[in-house]
């Protein structure tokens, strides 16, 4: 594909399922992001991809967050035992190696009824 | 820790110029870059300094301070579209990582 895609672009659950969230980032880019950004907010990081590891992950805001890569490529942000505070726009970057900008999805709009 | 300034809001008329201030503290300074964010979308990458001085781009110009702790985006010939968030994001070197502040919003009168 052209872009970050992210999925699903919406997401509805019940307070205290657990969601998983899914990035595919550009093809050949080996950094990728993930961050929060709340209504007329800027935005929170969380975690940071290099490759399949992540290097930094004290951006995620609980335990009930976690996050993994695979083959360098899709990554999953997976929120358990949701809260109505998780409820946020869920925006997923990928960037090249050495690389000056951030390519960001289209973003999962996720609400914690 | 990191923190970011920006102002929240700001309005200006088609056609004119309007500048649109950062200031920043943080350690490991490696980059602060410019994003455009329009209402429900993805932010697009507008405009990076690493080093001090004007960076320009078309109708966008980007300045950088790194003894100041400032940056700054300039907008010229503003159009309607131009209407949008407008966030600065640092990059420190710990781990690439990025700080965004929480946007400027602009808004473009005809």
């Known amino acids: 594909g052209a872009g970050v895609s992210q999925s699903p672009s919406n997401k509805v659950t019940e307070k205290g399922k657990d969601v998983e969230l899914r990035c595919d980032p550009i093809s050949g880019h080996t950094a990728l992001y993930w961050y929060r950004q709340s209504l007329g907010q800027g935005l929170e990081f969380l975690i940071y991809?290099?490759?399949?590891?992540?290097?930094?992950k004290s951006g995620l805001p609980s335990d009930r967050f976690s996050a993994e890569r695979t083959g360098g490529s899709v990554s999953t942000l997976t929120i358990q035992r949701t809260q109505q505070e998780d409820s946020a726009v869920y925006l997923c970057?990928?960037?090249?190696?050495?690389?000056?900008?951030?390519?960001f999805g289209p973003g999962t709009r996720l609400l914690v009824l | 820790g990191q923190n970011i300034d920006q102002p929240t809001e700001m309005t200006a008329t088609e056609g004119a110029i309007v500048q649109i201030n950062c200031t920043y503290q943080?350690?490991?300074?490696?980059?602060l870059f410019w994003y455009q964010q329009h209402a429900g979308e993805a932010p697009t990458f507008l405009s990076y300094?690493?080093?001090?001085g004007l960076e320009e781009k078309g109708r966008f110009s980007s300045f950088l301070s790194r003894s100041k702790g400032y940056s700054y985006l300039l907008l010229k010939e503003l159009q309607m579209k131009d209407s949008a968030s407008y966030l600065c994001a640092v990059r420190v070197y710990n781990f690439n990582k990025f700080y965004f502040g929480s946007g400027t919003k602009l808004n473009v009168k005809p």
């Open positions: 943080t350690s490991g300074f490696n980059g």
């Open positions: 991809f290099q490759g399949n590891s992540a290097p930094d």
């Open positions: 300094n690493v080093l001090d």
């Open positions: 970057a990928s960037s090249p190696a050495g690389g000056e900008t951030q390519y």
